[in-house]
């Protein structure tokens, strides 16, 4: 399987999972399934794609697409059942619209948001944007964000789970919510870098050609 089609999948996935939830106890364990295939099918279609030598700037910026896609739909879904804030969707969705913005920009410029043309030249913003340490710190932290938010909401979706583990309830719901925090401060943390640096590609752009 190609690493564009299974960047593909992941974001059909999603969609999966959400359908899923409060259709039935089972529908909701099998939506906690599918989320967790879901964000594991991130780091296989970059896998994927370095093992076969397929790696591209335009597959890279598939799987950014991919990646703001999916991250939208679960910060929606949760917000919309009431189990996060209205503004975590709204803070991470600008942030995702002001970063992907500036790297288009700079992608006509022959630039990419990570790798050996990355846009990003101060050290500090090669290593809050590029870095592998960087990068696999925000996936946990987020993919640990949604595995809690998905396993409270079927917990409170299926009374008859709830009394098998009553007790947990209130860890799960304030680890639910501390992470989703950590994730966003995380995600808006990573995009000032983007911000900062992409300005200069944006001024390009509206530089006017001289008239003689």
Same mark, same amino acid.
């Given at each position: 399987?190609?690493?564009? +089609?299974?960047? +593909?999948?992941?974001?059909?996935?999603?969609?999966?999972?959400?359908?899923?939830?409060?259709?039935?106890?089972?529908?909701?364990?099998?939506? #906690?399934?599918?989320?967790?295939?879901?964000?594991?099918?991130? !780091?296989?279609?970059?896998?994927?794609?370095?093992?076969?030598?397929?790696?591209?700037?335009?597959?890279?910026?598939?799987?950014?697409?991919?990646?703001?896609?999916?991250?939208?739909?679960?910060?929606?879904?949760?917000?919309?059942?009431?189990?996060?804030s209205f503004w975590i969707?709204?803070?991470?969705?600008?942030?995702?619209?002001?970063?992907?913005? %500036?790297?288009?920009?700079?992608?006509? @410029?022959?630039?990419?948001?990570?790798?050996?043309?990355?846009?990003?030249?101060?050290?500090?913003?090669?290593?809050?944007?590029?870095?592998?340490?960087?990068? !696999? !710190?925000?996936?946990?932290?987020?993919?640990?964000?949604?595995?809690?938010?998905?396993?409270?909401?079927? %917990?409170?979706?299926?009374?008859?789970? @709830?009394?098998?583990?009553?007790?947990?309830?209130?860890?799960?719901? %304030?680890?639910?919510?501390? +992470?989703?925090?950590?994730?966003? #401060?995380?995600?808006?943390?990573?995009? #000032?870098?983007?911000?900062?640096?992409?300005?200069?590609?944006?001024? @390009?752009?509206?530089? +006017?050609?001289?008239?003689?």
């Amino acid at each position: 399987m190609s690493p564009n +089609l299974i960047t +593909l999948v992941r974001v059909f996935l999603a969609f999966a999972t959400i359908a899923l939830f409060g259709v039935s106890g089972y529908a909701s364990l099998a939506a #906690v399934v599918l989320l967790v295939l879901t964000l594991a099918l991130d !780091a296989v279609d970059g896998y994927v794609a370095r093992r076969d030598g397929r790696t591209s700037d335009v597959g890279a910026a598939f799987d950014i697409a991919a990646d703001r896609i999916v991250e939208s739909v679960f910060w929606i879904y949760f917000a919309a059942t009431g189990m996060v804030s209205f503004w975590i969707p709204v803070i991470v969705i600008a942030r995702g619209g002001f970063t992907d913005f %500036l790297r288009m920009i700079a992608f006509t @410029q022959g630039k990419t948001a990570f790798g050996e043309k990355t846009m990003m030249e101060t050290w500090w913003g090669r290593m809050l944007v590029g870095s592998r340490a960087s990068r !696999a !710190a925000y996936g946990i932290v987020k993919c640990a964000a949604f595995l809690t938010l998905g396993v409270w909401r079927m %917990l409170v979706i299926t009374p008859e789970w @709830q009394t098998l583990v009553a007790g947990l309830m209130p860890g799960v719901r %304030l680890g639910a919510l501390a +992470l989703a925090v950590v994730t966003v #401060v995380f995600c808006v943390v990573r995009g #000032v870098p983007v911000l900062v640096e992409g300005v200069r590609f944006f001024r @390009q752009e509206l530089v +006017l050609p001289k008239v003689w």
